[in-house]
């Protein structure tokens, strides 16, 4: 199975992210050289915020590996994000960066791949770079699209979920969620309900 681990972005951020979503998609309308059939926008399901690309595991290690990331959920605590202004992947990749808990985002994916590693699941080692993905190219260049947007602040969220999904290739992708778990010790209360929000 070709699987990955996510951080969930509850409905607040994913409606800033749909409002970024539009907005690019308006400016692509605008410019002939980014013609629609030539960027492909990351669909609502398949939004979140990427910890961990396992690859392809084989099945008999995914109890194991649900068994540290439950772990690893465990140890951590809610973040408090919100989205920036635009980021890129090279010219291709259309993406939104994160502000807020980002340090705590980052140890939490450090662990979430020490969790896949003790399950036997091999990982590369590019660093952490906390984004959305928004949108991929087929050829056109991306970069500058939204860059009246750079200043841009969304709402703050709290993130409270890891996923482990499984990404389903195909002409139409998608992405399944075999397993999910809260961070924080089990029954704690999170940062919204510690400030009685």
């Known amino acids: 199975m070709r699987l990955f681990v996510a ?12 409002a970024m979503v539009e907005q690019a998609r308006e400016l692509v309308g605008a410019r002939p050289e980014l013609h629609p059939g030539g960027v492909r926008w990351i669909p609502r399901e398949r939004m979140h915020v990427t910890l961990a ?34 980021g890129y992947f090279g010219d291709r990749v259309l993406l939104a960066r994160m ?6 985002l980052t140890r939490l994916a450090q662990s979430v791949a020490a969790a896949a590693r003790h399950s036997g699941v091999d990982l590369d080692a590019r660093p952490f770079e906390p984004h959305i993905t928004l949108a991929r190219s087929r ?3 991306l ?16 993130g409270q979920t890891i996923e482990l999904v499984a990404s389903r290739l195909g002409p139409r992708p998608r ?21 009685g929000g």
């Open 99 to 104: 502000l807020g808990d980002l340090p705590a």
């Open 7 to 18: 951080l969930a972005i509850p409905p607040a951020g994913i409606a800033d992210v749909l």
């Open 143 to 158: 970069r500058g699209l939204l860059h009246e947007s750079a200043d841009h602040e969304g709402p703050w969220w709290v």
């Open 53 to 86: 690309f396992l690859g392809e595991v084989p099945p008999h290690r995914v109890e194991p590996l649900s068994i540290r990331l439950a772990r690893a959920a465990a140890r951590s605590q809610p973040l408090r994000l919100r989205v920036a202004g635009p």
């Open 175 to 195: 992405h399944e969620v075999l397993a999910d778990w809260s961070l924080g010790p089990p029954g704690a209360a999170g940062p919204e309900a510690a400030r």
């Open 139 to 141: 050829g056109a260049d």
